[in-house]
């Protein structure tokens, strides 16, 4: 833009009045803008749809309550950015927030896009809040603007084989060999990876560890190498189309293993699922992301949440309870300033959330108390199976 | 080394799905066989097929197989009125515009479904999806097995159709030479576009058999154009029995490669044999020399 004498008087005009009007200005707190980045197009868009949905509970909830009152009762306007099932689009939509000037992020889903938008958001130091994403890499990168409120797969994995060896010697150990399936990006084949590492210790003989594509058209393949194996647990952890069809292909070969014990599976304890293919899905066992049932807050929730014929996964909660760490940093900080978030966000020790965690306490960026519940699928509902602290069922097992 | 139950379960999968590869490869021979250029757009019409046949299923409670029927005419309408009043006029009489034009199409009709009907993946739920026909040991999934053998019935009426009637003699004579075809009182632009119809009808088809056992969103057509322009290649350009064996072994060697080299590398096979014949077969297996 050139400065002439039109443009500098122009502006001159603007900032009089400004200065001359300095109530209007102040009459309103400002908004305090806030990215939510979610893959909402692409093979994880269901996921992606139902952590936008809630965010937009959390921030509504907020706003309504006054907004952040330390700042005037600023509002909080959502930035919302499609990461388009890919790093990329989580990028470039980081780069996006950052020309509109949001105060902090929240999101991601998976792994490898919150890889790279909190990489991308540590440029601008742009506080990060990662929702789901599970890779363990994603906190240890040792960038200051990047926190996970969720458990790693590195502790999840660990939850879940105590609780499986739990579950088998309680059943007089039926379950001895083993076949892991995986979606073969960054989340599945990492969990692969630990969990060949750990199975053997636990008295588990893996037979095979399998890896397919996400999306896949067809899961037969994956089905009859099962079928050949005949493993007495099958082991999966991929999204949820593919899950879906594998289950839906392994019933359809007669595949019935003693369990299928699923780790951090998009399908396994999704409402979608058990709703639409209740066969398919009945006893299947999950360790995953869940919300706390003995919280008042979280009935609240779920009712918004499944308003107009919607689900409840574990996303919804998940990302509630993100806006709202990020809304309480916000308060403590007293600003909008990103340095002054991120230094309120690792003193963090919000505890008003609706998962099954402590209060706030982040290391290096991970909440130490983070930890996931195993489920199954029974008659139609989800079960919390452990912890006993909070199981509202007992565990079926085996299934046949 | 696995059983051979498993082997043979898997031999008939790929054969299966071979078959309805073939039906959406036929469409795009037959395409360039007539026109010679290759139809970008197909994988966009198959994708707008199935979503056809998710909205008949979904909203109008019609059972995929009936909405065969109904769709098959649909798009054979569909087809020969794009190319009529589209594709033909906005190429002015130059091959490599609609060629462009057709990419473009592609373009147009997958942002469409994009806009209308989100990137979400859908599928339909049919009493019968799951079901299986037993033989011996092999559970063959019903409607791949009916998927099958309607996919060779397509083939057969499409061969008769070209063989025998009047409107297929004129489709081979232009083909053949469009001029000559042209000064014997044949309408080059009603063959055309009655060929680039034909070839939506036969993703009409196809779309209704893969519905009660696949998945849709706006980009699905892509992965099964790719497959099909391998086995166009592997048949040879414009070759109807071509498209049938190609579809046929390009079936069972995704199936074979991804059950023994897993399901990550299943594709690998194919596109090695694309390579392998460009570099030896460039005219394929039933392909007359150039």
Redesign the interface.
Known sequence: MTMNRRTVLQGAAAASAIIAAPGLVRAQAPAIKIGILQPVTGALAQDGEYGRLGAEIALNEINAAGGIKSMGGARLQMVFGDARSNPEGGTSEVERMQSEGVAAIVGGFASPIVLASSQAASRYDIPYICDVGVSDQIVSRGLKNTFRFGPGFGVVTRTALENLSKLNDAAGKPAKTVVIVHEDGLFGAGMAKLLNDRLPAAGFEILETIAHPTPSRDMSNVALRIRALNPDLVIPSSYYAEFVLLSRTMQQQRIRPKGVYAILNGAASNFRFVKEFPDAANLVMDCNHWADPRKPKTAQVKALAEQGGRFWLYNTPLNYSCVRLLADAIERAGSADRGKITEALAASTFADHIMPYGPTKFENGQNTGAAPVNTQVQNGDIKVIFPDAFADAKPVFPAV | M??LD?FL??LA?GLM?GAVYALIALGLTLVYGVLHIINFAHGATLTAAMFAVFVAHSVFKIDPYIAIVILTPLFFGLGYAVQRFVINPASHGNDSNILLVTLGLSIIIENAL?AGF????RSI?VPYG???IEIGNL?L?TPKVVAFFASFVVAGLLWLLLARTDTGKAIRAVAREKTGAALSGINVDHIYAVTFGLGAACLAIAACLLMPT??VNPRIGN?FVLVAFTIVVLGGMGSIAGALVGGLIIGVVE?LS??YF???L?QIGIFLIFILVLLFRPTGLFGAKA
């Open positions: 696995l059983k498993i379960s898997a999968n799905t994009l989100r990137s979400d993946t739920d799951f079901s299986v559970f999934s696949f998945l992965a199936s991804g059950l897993g399901e990550s299943g």
